[in-house]
């Protein structure tokens, strides 16, 4: 069993704000301390249900986050940027399951940390129409990649999106949002224990359902690498003017640019639309 771990911050337990999760913010540091442990505790997990390799990519930001020496001893750690594929870096058909630990929802939602990608910048994203977010763009390129998400941990309002997208992923709050800014948080050691008993639960949930030869447990196989469109409504007009310059990309309003292709492929050219948008805004994303 081939385990692949995508590691946010925004979701990590006991976080909340803006200091929690930027660089240089008061509570950072110590916000790494808890990133790291969500993660281990979802290595545990996968490790205890029978996971023969685990790869955790560091999603978060400057990608730089997770304390490398801290890290689970039998898990490969992924870490800096930039990557082709950002939070799904290394991501292939190889794996059997992703576990999505620490994520957040969607921009416009009354969650937690809730952006999507960029906080100051994107307003809205949609996949064939349908709004999505960090959370649903990974599921559906890691669905394209024929691996199936199966664990997802962060606060109610994450977790919920993740059951609109799929019913069958394992999730773990581990806190329940008040505001953007506030949280009801669970205890630590017992948000710790839940995210390691929904790893286990869904790297098993993968073994049962997985090929003799590895990777693709139950996933739809290429679902969406048939192509699919991905439109992003951007706060300036100015970004959605330049991205129309690359090849594919065309404008369905003054701010919302649109493109059509295989859902891997569209993943790893919005990455590209962040870069754009960085250097025209002089904004960095939001975390």
């Known amino acids: 069993m081939r385990v692949y771990i995508s590691a946010d911050m925004e979701g990590v337990t006991g976080l909340v704000d803006a200091e929690d999760v930027q660089l240089r913010g008061r509570d950072y540091e110590r916000g790494r301390e808890m990133m790291t442990e969500d993660v281990n505790a979802a290595v545990r997990g996968a490790l205890a249900a029978g996971a023969t390799h685990v790869l955790v990519n560091d999603a978060h930001s400057s990608m730089r986050n997770l304390l490398a020496d801290r890290v689970h001893p039998e898990a490969v750690l992924v870490r800096g940027k930039p990557k ?17 630990v620490g994520f957040h929802s969607r921009a416009g939602t009354l969650g937690v940390l809730s952006h999507s990608y960029m906080g100051h910048e994107i307003e809205d994203m949609w996949l064939d129409d349908r709004p999505v977010g960090e959370i649903g763009f990974a ?44 949280a009801r948080l669970r205890p630590v050691a017992e948000a710790r224990k839940a995210i390691e008993e929904a790893a286990a639960e869904g790297v098993s949930r993968a073994a049962a359902l997985a090929r003799p030869a590895g990777g693709g447990a139950g996933a739809d196989a ?3 690498a048939g192509g699919m469109t991905l439109a992003v409504r951007w706060q300036s007009s100015s970004v959605a003017s330049q991205l129309v310059g690359i090849p594919g990309v065309t404008l369905r309003d003054a701010r919302t640019v649109e493109v059509s292709g295989p859902v891997p492929q569209l993943f790893r050219l919005f990455g590209v639309f962040m870069r754009v948008a960085s250097s025209v805004t002089g904004q960095h994303p939001y975390c």
């Open 222 to 224: 290429g679902a969406g």
């Open 139 to 182: 599921h559906a390129t890691a669905a394209a990649l024929g691996v199936p998400v199966v664990m997802l941990s962060g606060d109610d309002a994450a977790c919920a999106e993740m059951a609109a997208w799929d019913a069958a992923v394992v999730t773990a709050p581990v806190k329940y949002a008040l505001d953007r800014f506030a």
């Open 84 to 100: 082709p594929m950002g939070m799904l870096q290394d991501l292939d058909a190889g794996f059997d399951a992703v576990l999505c």
